[in-house]
């Protein structure tokens, strides 16, 4: 029903934003990953998830398709409402989220609060060929910046680290500049950790 809301930031939290179109505010609820695209911004374009149920309507917003197309993908698997798939999309970046999803790994869709190894299994079984179907394809990185992300990624989790909040920090020390060595990249990581 509806695409994409548009408009002025009236309030912004983690979990939530309101939209202000035309004076009528809209709330939509987000995931942490959305929230830290739009954080800074005064205005936005936020694409939209509509749920009707019997006791509620509820919009969600999302920065890009491609994370609004993994939380539809999501919802289609028994098991997953809307909220565990905003806790997905919050806990994992889009890429990690389908990373896991196409590589198999439980392990990592397990590490999100309420996701236990059933589930887990199921959202991989479900998911694995329809997302490639769909043409969902994340923003491929070089083999090198992979590489030196996963050595940093081991040593992290030497250090006793949670496995999917360095792995966060990892991707986002990554966005914001390009690293010569692993012990750079993981002196960065931890002054962010």
């Known amino acids: 029903m509806y695409e994409y809301f548009s408009g002025k930031l009236v309030e912004k939290n983690p979990t939530y934003v309101i939209i202000d179109n035309q004076g009528i505010g809209f709330l939509l609820n987000i995931s942490l990953n959305t929230f830290d695209k739009i954080k800074d911004r005064e205005s936005v374009k936020l694409y939209v998830h509509f749920v009707v149920r019997e006791d509620a309507q509820i919009l969600y917003g999302f920065a890009d398709e491609a994370e609004r197309s993994l939380f539809r993908a999501l919802i289609s698997v028994s098991g997953v409402g809307a909220n565990t798939a905003r806790l997905v999309l919050s806990s ?13 790994d439980v392990s990592t869709l397990q590490s999100v609060k309420g996701i236990g190894a059933k589930t887990a ?46 792995s966060k920090v990892l991707d986002r020390v990554l966005k914001r500049s390009t690293f010569d060595s692993v012990e750079g990249l993981i002196k960065e990581a931890l002054k962010n950790l």
Not at 93 to 103: L, M, V
């Open 121 to 166: 299994q199921r959202i991989v079984v479900d998911l694995k060929d329809k997302l490639v179907k769909q043409g969902f394809l994340p923003d491929k990185t070089g083999l090198l910046h992979n590489t030196m992300k996963d050595e940093a990624l081991s040593g992290l989790l030497i250090l006793g680290f949670n496995k999917a909040t360095a």
């Open 92 to 104: 994992l970046t889009t890429d990690e989220a389908y990373n896991a999803i196409s590589g198999g």
